[in-house]
T-cell receptor, first 109, second 110 residues
Framework: ELKVEQNPLFLSMQEGKNYTIYCNYSTTSDRLYWYRQDPGKSLESLFVLLSNGAVKQEGRLMASLDTKARLSTLHITAAVHDLSATYFC?????????FGAGTRLTVKP | NAGVTQTPKFQVLKTGQSMTLQCAQDMNHNSMYWYRQDPGMGLRLIYYSASEGTTDKGEVPNGYNVSRLNKREFSLRLESAAPSQTSVYFCASIDTSGVRFGPGTRLTVT
C-alpha cells in the first residue's frame, strides 16, 4: 500500500531564512503534488511533478522530484510571513492519491 | 467556471441519521475524490472514482458509500452517522490539466 511520509511536521523559521520540507513515498508514482492549506480553508495546488528530475519554481518555493529515491523536496528561499501555512505532499498512483501528514510552517518576523 | 462545488458547507447530524454530501465539477475532469480531514491532520482518502461509472475504496471507506452519478457529480453518503465521522470533508477532481479542491463540508455528529 502506498505510504507518504513528510518531515518535519512542524517548522518554525525566521524571515529571510531558507529551509527544505521532505516527502518520501513507498511505491512508484504517476504524479507528485504539493499543496498549501491556510487555516480553515481548502487546499491550493502549488506544483505537479511528473518525471524524475522535474523541478518547478514559483516565487520563493521550489519543488523537485527524485523518483529513484522516491523523494520530493519543497525548498523555501528567504521565507516571508505570508508563507506561513500547512504544506502537504500527495502521491498519485493509478488514480489513487494519498497525502502526507502535512508540515505546519510558521514564519516569524 | 465554478471549479469544484460542495454542498452543504456545514451540517450537524445526530448519531444514526443519514445524509448525502454533494460534489460537482465543471472542468470535465475524469477522476474525482472524497477525503476527510480531522483536526491537525492530513487528508485521508475515503473513495475515489477514476471515471464515470467506476468507484474504488480508499484508506477509510467504512461507514460511507459513494455514487458517480455522471462525469460531473460524485456524492458521498453516510447511512448511519457516528461521532467518529465528525470531520471536514473535501471533494477533489483531477485531470492531466490540474487538480482542484472544493471548499469543504464541515460535519459534526452529536
Amino acid at each position: 500500500e502506498l505510504k507518504v511520509e513528510q518531515n518535519p511536521l512542524f517548522l518554525s523559521m525566521q524571515e529571510g531564512k531558507n529551509y527544505t520540507i521532505y516527502c518520501n513515498y513507498s511505491t512508484t508514482s504517476d504524479r507528485l503534488y504539493w499543496y498549501r492549506q491556510d487555516p480553515g480553508k481548502s487546499l491550493e495546488s502549488l506544483f505537479v511533478l511528473l518525471s524524475n528530475g522535474a523541478v518547478k519554481q514559483e516565487g520563493r518555493l521550489m519543488a523537485s522530484l527524485d523518483t529513484k529515491a522516491r523523494l520530493s523536496t519543497l525548498h523555501i528561499t528567504a521565507a516571508v510571513h505570508d508563507l506561513s501555512a500547512t504544506y502537504f505532499c500527495a502521491v498519485e498512483t493509478n488514480n489513487d492519491m494519498r497525502f502526507g501528514a502535512g508540515t505546519r510552517l510558521t514564519v516569524k518576523p | 467556471n465554478a471549479g469544484v462545488t460542495q454542498t452543504p458547507k456545514f451540517q450537524v447530524l445526530k448519531t444514526g441519521q443519514s445524509m448525502t454530501l454533494q460534489c460537482a465539477q465543471d472542468m470535465n475532469h475524469n477522476s474525482m475524490y472524497w477525503y476527510r480531514q480531522d483536526p491537525g491532520m492530513g487528508l485521508r482518502l475515503i473513495y475515489y472514482s477514476a471515471s464515470e461509472g467506476t468507484t474504488d475504496k480508499g484508506e477509510v471507506p467504512n461507514g460511507y458509500n459513494v455514487s458517480r452519478l455522471n462525469k460531473r457529480e460524485f456524492s458521498l453518503r453516510l447511512e448511519s452517522a457516528a461521532p467518529s465521522q465528525t470531520s471536514v470533508y473535501f471533494c477533489a477532481s483531477i485531470d492531466t490539466s490540474g487538480v482542484r479542491f472544493g471548499p469543504g463540508t464541515r460535519l459534526t455528529v452529536t
